[in-house]
Nanobody, 123 residues
């Protein structure tokens, strides 16, 4: 499956952004989807994941209550709504697709990756 992430940009602290990740090539609804982020000099870290149907979600503690992951299987797209952004959220955000039937939080559990979209939060 091919993944294309978009929606990043520059936003002030307290602002919001909505990231999208469009999939193509295979049956989107067969995959658990996740969002990860990577800041300069740091490892890629888990942000959120969502089950194949969208009925189950899981979040990193650092974003819980501020970010919402969702998916539209009819549009083959997963979203990440980010509210109350803080400078520590600055990173390149990646979407991933996993064939595992569990909401894995490690990058190694994902089989396909998008190209990443930059999110910069200014103070």
């Amino acid at each position: 499956v091919q993944l294309q992430a978009s929606g990043g940009g520059l936003v002030q602290a307290g602002g919001s952004l909505r990231l999208s990740c469009a999939a193509s090539g295979r049956t989107f609804s067969n995959y658990v989807m996740g969002w990860f982020r990577q800041a300069p000099g740091k490892e890629r870290e888990f942000v959120a994941s969502i089950s194949e149907s969208g009925g189950t979600t899981y979040y990193a503690d650092s974003v819980k209550g501020r970010f919402t992951i969702s998916r539209d299987n009819a549009r083959d797209t997963v979203y990440l709504q980010m509210n109350s952004l803080v400078p520590e959220d600055t990173a390149v955000y990646y979407c991933g697709a996993s064939v595992m039937a569990v909401l894995t939080t490690t990058p190694g559990g994902y089989d396909y990756w998008g190209q990443g979209t930059q999110v910069t939060v200014s103070s």
